[in-house]
């Protein structure tokens, strides 16, 4: 009897030990949603601001408090910004696309090649020289751009898209040739070797086995390198002198500099130029997280 009461007690004790543990757990998801959501929040603040103050009357950007929702709201701002400003943006939009499709095209192409060849090929000191790749990421761009500037000026290149594009095909980055790498060695090698079997050669395997497989780290690095690009600033400002061959970052600032006190029309030009960015990663978010997983997990 006492052995009996004994076990009845135990197992309506279990349930309620595992109802209370089940509470616990969904008490701290709830609170870490609500966390993450206030973060959010907070990090979305920039944003909203700029959609607001870019349809503001030209005198109301600051007013304290701030007023989130515009009274009444001014969308001639965005083609008074675009077209009617005196710099043509429509041509910073081509050129930027220009630059950033050529960058994507090189870098996919020389980092997929390279990661290709450390992750599936063997050859004497492999190891060593992708570490010394992975070692030219602590090098600051800085450094280097004196000596570029200076190389490109001897090859005429100077006032050309040609130094913002042609250095991505050789070599496409070290930290894109990390992603491809670790990508590719968490491929089963007995892909190439069926392939090989069947009398494909090395360049083969790159094209028909590694390559159909690895879209999610094709599409990251093409993420990546669309965001870098179709932001950057100091490389086109460098090179570029030809008021028609500036891209949307240099077009921004001039904008700045010859309208600055216009800051309704300036954050309406800053907006545009965000869609891109935003369509871009919207559309590609779960393939691009899944390649960056992967990538930082694969090896062997």
């Known amino acids: 009897m006492a052995d009996n009461a004994i076990a009845a007690s135990g197992t309506r004790t279990i349930p309620r030990y595992h109802r209370r543990r089940a509470i616990r757990h969904v008490v701290a998801q709830v ?17 909203v601001w700029l959609l607001s103050t870019s349809l503001k009357v030209r005198g109301t950007e600051f007013t304290f408090p701030p007023v989130w929702i ?21 041509r910073f939009f081509l050129n930027t696309a220009i630059i950033t499709l050529a960058n994507m095209v090189g870098v996919l192409f020389a980092a997929s090649l390279a990661g290709f060849g450390f992750a599936r090929m063997r050859f004497p000191l492999r190891d060593k020289l992708f570490v010394l790749v992975l070692s030219t990421m602590l090098l600051p761009d800085i450094v280097t751009t004196i000596p570029s500037y200076l190389l490109f000026r001897l090859l005429h290149w100077i006032d050309t898209f040609l130094p913002l594009i042609v250095p991505t095909f050789l070599g496409g980055g070290a930290f894109n040739i990390f992603l491809f790498r670790q990508f590719f060695m968490g491929i089963p090698l007995e892909l190439d070797d069926a392939a090989r079997i069947d ?18 780290v094709l599409i990251s690095v093409s993420i990546l390198t669309f965001l870098g690009n179709w932001n950057a ?4 400002l460098i090179y570029l002198n030809s ?6 970052a240099v077009g921004l600032r001039a904008f700045q500099g010859l309208r600055g006190s216009e800051w309704n029309q300036m954050m309406a030009a800053s907006a545009v130029t965000m869609v891109p960015v ?8 779960r393939y691009f997280i899944q390649g960056i997983v992967t990538s930082g997990f694969g090896g062997r």
Request: charged share 5%; glycine share 6%; hydrophobic share 55%.
């Open 70 to 90: 515009p009274r009444p709201a001014v969308w001639s701002n965005y083609t008074t910004a675009l077209f009617k400003s005196g710099l043509p943006f429509p």
């Open 278 to 285: 935003l369509v871009v990663f919207f559309a590609a978010q």
């Open 31 to 47: 609170l870490w949603q609500i966390l993450l959501i206030a973060i959010s929040a907070v990090m979305l603040i920039p944003f």
């Open 243 to 248: 008021f028609e061959k500036m891209t949307l």
């Open 199 to 216: 009398g494909a050669g090395t360049l083969q395997i790159y094209l028909q086995v590694i390559l159909p497989v690895s879209r999610p």
């Open 233 to 236: 600033f100091m490389g086109p």
